[in-house]
């Protein structure tokens, strides 16, 4: 399509051109392992579906531009994503990682490629002199997540990504708790995007998956590799769900910080709720930073109760919202990232960083907010 400064548009139509042998407004799932050759070797564009699949290469080219970069590739699921990305890297290689992040990321980093001799120091990505005092002459990339799932810290992209240059390390944003829509961490200096697309990109609790987009055609290629090479690709039918996905995320992403906002003020009212968590409250610490490199603040808080007794007794007691491991969804999804998201996480480790039995993360669904504020009280008011 024609370049637009528009999310509304962009979202709507990139990926869902029109079909150019029938006419379909819809992409066609192929539905294929292999691919007739008219010779050995002289084929129309594609062999077998591990290495390209008409669906999903239409995907990938869709969020290429969703992200503003140069080549995407899908997988298997978001973490699938994030092990090929750190594929790139060999025994004896350093990263720097968000001290704060999502539990299977740490999982992965700390019991699979440190066996294969890839280390990681896990830094608050917040302190830029704190990244800066962590990077090493082996040091080859920084991992950010920002958002921090579930703490909510912003790191400041353009500051990490200016030190990345100087250094001439791989700076890697995991993207996932914004969208394309709010934020666009390539535009901002990144080099590689990695997302959960299970999450807001799907939006229907329906499909599992993850995506790569990288800034430069050398970078996407490589990603390309690890997805031939190690096989984590996306099949057909999922990378459809996806597509169809981006035609609502522009509506979406509005209704989830708009309920999310609204939400997380009025939780700063009740008295039950000792703290909480959410880039768009002018009292957040990296509320600034957030204005200045995003859209907006998406739709997920995080809160703490008094104590781990009441978050359980609060979070069986919600018939609204669901008690489930994810996000993302229309849905309001609920959960106790200790015990779920993050339980791979020592306990000291998470202690520390202060993600508690009593700290709870609300995905902020597209439900009217005054039921979620109902079903907030009536929970907490049975105790």
């Not at 539990?103 to 699979?112: E, P, S």
């Not at 799932?149 to 990345?164: E, K, W, Y």
């Not at 990288?214 to 057909?236: D, N, R, Y």
Request: net charge neutral.
């Amino acid at each position: 399509m024609k370049a637009t400064h528009n999310n509304d548009t962009l979202v709507l139509h990139t990926g869902n051109e029109i079909d150019g042998q029938f006419g379909a407004l819809s992409i066609p799932i192929y539905q294929v392992s292999t691919f007739l050759q008219d010779s050995q070797g002289n084929t129309k564009g594609y062999e077998y579906s591990r290495a390209g699949n008409p669906t999903r290469d239409a995907l990938e080219k869709a969020f290429a531009v969703l992200e503003h970069g140069k080549r995407a590739s899908a997988f298997g699921s978001g973490l699938a994503a994030i092990s090929a990305v750190f594929m790139l890297w060999n025994t004896g290689d350093h990263l720097v990682v968000s001290n704060v992040v999502y539990g299977g990321t740490y999982r992965l980093l700390t019991k699979i490629l440190n066996r294969m001799g890839i280390s990681a120091t896990f830094v608050d990505t917040t302190d830029l002199a704190a990244v800066n005092a962590a990077i090493t002459p082996s040091t080859k990339a920084v991992f950010v997540e920002t958002p921090t799932n579930p703490l909510m810290q912003v790191a400041d992209l353009q500051a990490i990504s200016t030190l990345c240059k100087q250094k001439r390390l791989t700076m890697i944003v995991d993207n996932t708790f914004m969208s394309p829509y709010w934020q666009n961490p390539l535009l901002l200096g990144a080099d590689i995007v990695v997302h959960s697309g299970t999450k807001y990109l799907g939006g229907h609790s329906d499909v599992v998956a993850g995506l790569v987009v990288s800034a430069t055609e050398e970078l996407g290629e490589e990603v390309h590799f690890m997805q031939k090479a190690m096989g984590g690709i996306l099949g057909p039918q999922d990378s459809w769900l996806l597509m169809r996905g981006f035609k609502t995320l522009s509506v979406r992403m509005e209704k989830h910080e708009q309920n999310a906002r609204a939400l997380a003020e009025w939780l700063c009212t009740v008295p039950q709720i000792k703290k909480v968590y959410y880039p768009g409250l002018k009292s957040h610490p990296q509320h600034e930073t957030a204005k200045k490199q995003a859209r907006g603040f998406g739709g997920m808080i995080s809160f703490e109760l008094a104590n781990a007794a009441m978050a359980d007794h609060v979070l069986s007691r919600l018939r609204v919202i669901t008690l489930a491991i994810s996000l993302g969804g229309v849905e309001s999804l609920i959960c106790c990232p200790a015990k779920t998201t993050h339980a791979s996480i020592p306990k000291e480790t998470l202690g520390a960083l202060g993600i508690s039995d009593r700290l709870v993360r609300l995905s902020v669904g597209i439900e009217n907010v005054e039921d979620l504020k109902e079903d907030i009280l009536q929970a907490l008011k049975q105790k």
